[in-house]
């Protein structure tokens, strides 16, 4: 995972930045994955801030 485009890499986008009353973190969308069309949204917990200093507008990743 990194913050920075990677080579071969699927992103997640942020779509919104969550207040500490509704669990901190931040809302992301994996729009497509391995080339298909998934649209899945899925929460990162505080924790991504934590790795990462803030929380990315993407973030990339891919199986090593």
């Known amino acids: 995972m990194a ?3 990677l080579d071969e890499a ?3 986008t942020l779509t919104y930045v969550r207040e500490e ?3 901190g973190g931040g809302d992301y ?3 497509t994955y ?3 069309l998934k649209n899945h ?3 990162l917990c505080g924790v991504t801030e934590f790795v990462f200093k803030h929380l990315p ?3 990339y990743f891919r199986e090593v």
């Open 41 to 43: 949204k899925l929460w």
């Open 57 to 59: 507008e993407r973030i």
């Open 10 to 12: 699927e992103m997640l």
């Open 3 to 5: 913050d920075e485009r």
């Open 29 to 31: 969308l994996l729009e």
């Open 34 to 36: 391995k080339g298909d």
């Open 21 to 23: 009353n509704l669990g």
